[in-house]
């Protein structure tokens, strides 16, 4: 049996687990202990699958939780669930020679700064940006330019 590993979960993924199970695969689902521990993820999973938890939030603990994935497991694909995973997902993937977005891509969903100066490069109308060093800088070239936008060049949900 084919087995698909999921990096993240959560809530909104469940249904993601269901539809994988209806394809015939067998899952290894990475995700919090709290997601994974919910009655919720445990009624989603199947006897077959197994759970790998991660305690911290930062991409480098979904990494380390892949790894042991990649010990335990004869896996045929990967799919990231949410920004956080996209990076561990993608190095997986290049591992294991697996489709999929690649690391250039996942790199790049990943930084602001760099999805803009890709798609200018490209041709692809941006937004007038900025790339501020500090808290004075970013003041200073806002003052005049409201309304704006200001975003960390990092993170989910900024």
Same mark, same amino acid.
């Given at each position: 049996?084919?087995?698909?590993?999921? +990096?993240?979960?959560?809530?909104?993924?469940? @249904?993601?687990?269901?539809?994988?199970?209806?394809?015939?695969?067998?899952?290894?689902?990475?995700?919090?202990?709290?997601?994974?521990? /919910?009655?919720?993820?445990?009624?989603?999973?199947?006897?077959?699958?197994?759970?790998?938890?991660? !305690?911290? !939030?930062?991409?480098?603990?979904?990494?380390?939780?892949?790894?042991? +994935?990649?010990?335990?497991?004869?896996?045929?694909?990967? +799919?990231?669930? /949410?920004?956080?995973?996209?990076? @561990?997902?993608?190095?997986?993937?290049?591992?294991?020679?697996?489709?999929?977005?690649?690391?250039?891509?996942?790199?790049?969903?990943?930084?602001?700064?760099?999805?803009?100066?890709?798609?200018?490069?490209?041709?692809?109308?941006?937004?007038?940006?900025?790339?501020?060093?500090?808290?004075?800088?970013?003041?200073?070239?806002?003052?005049?330019?409201? @309304?704006?936008? !200001?975003?960390?060049?990092?993170?989910?949900?900024?």
């Amino acid at each position: 049996m084919s087995r698909l590993l999921m +990096v993240g979960c959560g809530r909104m993924g469940r @249904p993601y687990l269901r539809r994988a199970h209806a394809r015939g695969l067998t899952l290894a689902v990475i995700d919090s202990p709290e997601s994974l521990g /919910s009655e919720e993820t445990r009624a989603a999973l199947r006897e077959d699958d197994t759970t790998y938890p991660v !305690a911290a !939030a930062d991409e480098e603990a979904w990494l380390t939780a892949a790894s042991a +994935v990649l010990r335990d497991s004869d896996l045929k694909g990967v +799919v990231a669930f /949410s920004e956080p995973h996209v990076v @561990p997902a993608a190095l997986i993937a290049d591992e294991l020679g697996l489709r999929g977005p690649g690391l250039r891509a996942a790199l790049t969903s990943r930084s602001k700064i760099v999805q803009r100066e890709l798609f200018s490069r490209h041709g692809l109308a941006q937004p007038v940006y900025y790339l501020a060093r500090g808290t004075d800088a970013a003041i200073s070239w806002a003052q005049g330019r409201y @309304p704006l936008v !200001a975003k960390p060049l990092h993170g989910m949900a900024s």
